[in-house]
């Protein structure tokens, strides 16, 4: 009987854990991996984050597999020109992106030979020192960066190859309301806006990026575990997400 119920009590702790796990999963954070070098140099392949559920509110994207118990958002607050959000994919639902919120509803957008405009104003931008990113077999690329000031005065790094990339010039479109307009901030090797994403409805987002737990490089093999502690990027755990 005593080892009926403790393996009865067991069952109960775990059920209880996974519920607890779903739920805070669901309501304040959830995390997510970096999968690619969209981001750079913000964010890097590797890169652990959380993402805070509650920033704006929920909507059926906020609940595991995207179960369709409702319509829009429920506690809504509006994201803010310069968050890093995380959505969902609009062409599947399913995907999911982290990008940066360039146009708000309403906004004029248009890129001109690697120049963002935004209702018509060009964004100001610095040169800074080449973000250089080094590959698992020693090579490395050279990338022009800048810091880029968005119009309410908030500023964030972005690098550029060159200003004459394929995405680089961008007929001028005007946001529809209740959507967004994202870019990566490698702006020459996103997938966004420009591209295929199109514009993100409000209800695709999932949450805003906070700060990183984890991080780490492909630069040593996997099967050599003495060398793990040299692939965490010890530098970058914990830094918040600007």
């Known amino acids: 009987m005593d080892k009926e ?10 059920i209880y854990a996974i519920l607890i796990a ?26 652990y984050l959380f993402v805070s559920k509650y920033t704006y509110g929920y909507s059926k994207h906020s609940l595991p597999w995207s179960i369709p118990l ?6 809504s607050s509006l994201p803010k020109r310069g968050d890093v959000v ?4 609009p062409r599947d639902n399913k995907t999911d992106y ?4 360039i146009g708000l509803p309403g906004d004029k957008i248009m890129l001109k030979n690697g120049r963002l405009y935004i209702n018509g104003q060009m964004l100001e ?3 800074i020192d080449d973000f250089v990113l080094r590959s698992e077999y020693g090579s490395a690329d050279r990338y022009r960066q800048y810091i880029e000031t968005l119009p309410e005065g908030v500023t ?14 961008f007929q001028e479109v005007e946001v529809p309301q209740g959507t967004y307009f994202v870019m990566g901030d490698n702006r020459d090797r996103s997938d966004d806006s420009r591209v ?10 999932i949450g805003k990026a906070r700060f990183l737990f984890f991080s780490h490089s492909d630069e040593y093999e996997w099967y050599k575990p003495w060398l793990w502690p040299k692939k965490i990027r010890w530098s970058r755990l914990f830094n918040g997400i600007e």
């Open 5 to 14: 119920e403790s393996f009865t009590d067991t069952v109960k702790t775990v």
């Open 22 to 47: 779903i739920f805070i999963r669901t309501v304040w954070f959830e995390p997510f991996k970096i999968p690619s070098g969209s981001m750079y140099p913000t964010l890097y392949v590797g890169d």
């Open 125 to 127: 931008r610095k040169r």
């Open 156 to 169: 964030h790094k972005i690098i550029e190859i060159s200003d004459s990339e394929m995405n680089d010039n």
């Open 196 to 205: 295929n994403v199109g514009f993100v409805p409000f209800e695709n987002l």
């Open 86 to 89: 995380v959505f969902k994919y």
């Open 98 to 101: 982290i990008k940066r919120i």
């Open 70 to 75: 409702f319509e829009g958002r429920i506690w």
